[in-house]
């Protein structure tokens, strides 16, 4: 039976201070500790070298760099060449200049363009040896750029783009063709592209301020905010807060916590979210909003909407001059419904308290019927139903634990109107203090990039990213140097009997002190199950330090089950 430890993910937790984590002092206390120790900021404590080199391409081909380690910046020019140039830096020693010359580094020109490649020869060099790359190409070119660990900034550019980093952020300009971004680690932020884009993080913030075509955004746990998107656009994160400044066509947004906040909605929209709030202020085209426990505000409805909450309240303003194509429903388990509606919008009214002793408000020219309808064991609902200017779609409200109010939009006091504009004026200056927020957090992070030597931007990077989650991800393989004691799981005898083996994959996290603090499955033989569980509940490791400071570690415990 064997048992093996990769790499994974578990719970995380989001701070919107990046900015403010970036420019604290990068000090001998708050360096991680990677498996040998790190140079120095003595120039003497280091060895430094640089590889250069140029090709020619012609418009419309494809730069493509691939690298074991290390960032990549990438400017334009006018000529029709490819210019690369690496730093190197590695501690000094007896086998620094080993390290330096073992670094590979291939450039060659291929039939669509440009191929350049460096490798890390052996893991022992990972931790003791830093690169970077400065490549200059021509405005009219593809890039495809990957590395295993640094951060990707691109200028402008007219081609396409394609990027994939192991551990960095990833900054580009204005692009025209379309965009593929990925990092498992860090933040994306783009200024525009001009067709679609794919922008995907494990967990870091993504901001793009313009797609003039469709738009997938993903991140596993940060926010994600958008200026204006033409096309189709979907957006997901795992516990941050989404916010639009202007959608043009479809949406669907959907967070497992965080606040969704919308300006303007030209297209349908789709929008979920498991606990936080949710904000539109403009809906022109069919809606479906829901949340399990924010509160739900629809500041100016043009279109059939559908909002559901479990724990929250629902305020929704509808428009004048237009015509409801289908049917409006708003449902609230626990919280108040309150509808505010034009006088010559054709509605029919339909709604109802549900076994619960709060009331149906209404304002005394709205022409509604009020009943007590019995519920079963859930008592006495009240209803109120009748048809506005003849009648039309229907605009059903319920709720369980609240009241509704209805009355006409131009009877508002001048308190409830005035709550209304300040509703709107607030969500317009949040998305726009969030962009110009986002702005300054990019711009601090990429002065605090370019003010670090290569050597410390991969503490720089780990700082920033414990300071994020609550912990830090060590590969597996180093992980695995740090395990103290183990417990071999018991083959449970049902399972054997009956012939089943397997691997039963789990997500731990370790504490401070080495000890696992939590387990979760992700997948396995369900006899198998609970004898992995016990057994690496057990397992104890080495502390993982920070500089020097012991910090959670995140990884994932393989544990094999075989018969033989």
């Not at 020019?77 to 073992?102: F, K, W």
């Not at 606990?275 to 100016?300: D, E, F, N, W, Y």
């Not at 695995?480 to 449970?492: I, T």
């Amino acid at each position: 039976m064997d048992v093996r430890c990769p790499i994974a993910l578990h719970h995380r937790r989001q701070l919107w201070l990046v900015a403010l984590v970036l420019l604290l002092p990068v000090s001998a206390a708050a360096q991680p500790a990677p498996p040998q120790k790190a140079p120095a900021a003595d120039a003497r404590s280091r060895l430094s070298a640089e590889r250069s080199g140029h090709l020619p391409i012609r418009p419309g081909q494809w730069l493509r760099l691939r690298a074991d380690l290390g960032s990549i910046r990438v400017v334009t020019q006018d000529a029709p060449t490819v210019e690369y140039r690496v730093l190197l830096e590695t501690e000094a020693g007896p086998a620094a200049a080993e390290r330096l010359q073992r670094f590979h580094l291939a450039a060659q020109t291929t039939p669509d363009g440009v191929q350049i490649t460096s490798t890390v020869p052996g893991r022992e060099f990972r931790g003791r040896l830093w690169a970077r790359f400065e490549v200059r190409v021509p405005r009219a070119c593809n890039l495809e750029l990957v590395t295993q660990a640094g951060n990707v900034e691109i200028a402008d550019l007219d081609g396409e783009i394609r990027v994939s980093t192991g551990g960095g952020n990833v900054s580009v300009g204005a692009v025209r063709g379309p965009a593929r971004l990925e990092t498992r680690g860090g933040h994306i932020t783009v200024r525009s592209v001009s067709t679609n884009l794919t922008a995907t993080t494990a967990g870091g913030h993504i901001r793009v301020s313009s797609v003039g075509g469709a738009a997938v955004l993903r991140s596993a746990g940060g926010h994600i905010a958008a200026g204006q998107i033409d096309g189709p656009a979907e957006v997901e994160t795992g516990g941050g807060n989404i916010s639009f400044s202007r959608a043009g066509n479809t949406v669907t947004a959907v967070t497992a916590g965080g606040q969704i906040d919308f300006g303007q909605a030209s297209g349908a929209i789709t929008a979920r979210t498991g606990g936080g709030g949710i904000r539109v202020l403009q809906i022109l085209a069919p809606a479906q909003v829901r949340t399990s426990a924010g509160s739900i505000q629809l500041l100016q409805v043009g279109a059939p909407v559908r909002a559901s909450t479990e724990a929250g309240g629902i305020t929704a303003f509808f428009l004048p001059d237009w015509k409801l194509q289908e049917a409006s429903e708003l449902f609230s388990e626990q919280g108040d419904i309150v509808v505010y509606l034009p006088r010559n919008l054709p509605l029919t009214i339909d709604a109802l308290v549900q076994g619960a002793p709060h009331p149906v408000v209404i304002a005394p020219d709205l022409p509604l019927e009020l009943q007590y309808l019995e519920s079963g064991a859930q008592g006495r609902s009240l209803r109120a139903r009748g048809d506005l200017n003849g009648g039309g779609q229907p605009l059903r409200l319920r709720t369980a634990g609240g009241s509704i109010r209805l009355q006409y939009a131009d009877t508002l006091n001048p308190l409830d109107d005035q709550r209304f504009r300040k509703q709107l004026e607030e969500l317009q200056q949040q998305l726009e203090r969030q962009a110009q927020q986002f702005r300054r957090q990019m711009e601090l992070l990429q002065q605090t990039l370019e003010q670090q030597p290569v050597h410390r931007l991969e503490s720089l990077h780990q700082h920033v990213l414990y300071r994020l989650r609550g912990y830090v991800r060590v590969s597996a393989s180093e992980q695995m140097k740090k395990l103290v004691s183990s417990v071999r799981p018991v083959y449970p005898p049902t399972a054997r009997q009956s012939g089943i083996q397997g691997t039963v994959r789990m997500e731990v996290l370790i504490g401070k002190d080495g000890r696992v603090e939590n387990v979760k499955v992700l997948g396995g033989p369900s006899l198998l199950i609970e004898a992995a569980q016990d057994a690496v509940r057990q397992w104890r490791y080495a502390p993982t330090l920070l500089g020097d400071e012991p910090v959670p570690v995140l990884t994932t415990v393989d544990v094999e089950f075989r018969l033989n």
